[in-house]
């Protein structure tokens, strides 16, 4: 499967954005849609997930409540990112991953799409 992110850009602090995952060449379909991020000098985090299905969905602690994740009836998954914050600014990532239960770790993800530069301003 490739995944293509996009939508990242300049945006003040409290304002939002939303990011597109396309999942394209599916010779499986994925269990799972990842959002991680990763800030200057940090290691990539996860911040949200997704099932397939849309079933289930998962978040960090720091978007919970802020950020909210979804799939379209085709192959999109996005993430709508509300009441942005400085530190929220870093290089989006999506990924797919094969089971629901590691959607929280990194090295588990088979397969990544490039990454989108979210930058909050103040």
């Known amino acids: 499967v490739q995944l293509q992110a996009s939508g990242g850009g300049l945006v003040q602090s409290g304002g939002s954005l939303r990011l597109s995952c396309v999942a394209s060449e599916r010779t499986f379909t994925p269990d799972t849609i990842g959002w991680f991020r990763q800030g200057p000098g940090m290691e990539r985090q996860f911040v949200a997930a997704i099932t397939w299905s849309g079933s289930n969905q998962l978040y960090s602690d720091s978007v919970k409540g802020r950020f909210t994740i979804s799939r379209d009836n085709a192959d999109t998954v996005y993430l709508l990112m509300n009441s942005l914050k400085l530190e929220d600014t870093a290089v989006y990532y999506c990924?797919?991953?094969?089971?629901?239960?590691?959607?929280?770790?990194?090295?588990?993800?088979?397969?990544w799409g490039q990454g989108t530069l979210v930058t909050v301003s103040s």
């Open positions: 990924g797919a991953v094969s089971s629901y239960r590691n959607a929280r770790i990194r090295n588990k993800y088979n397969f």
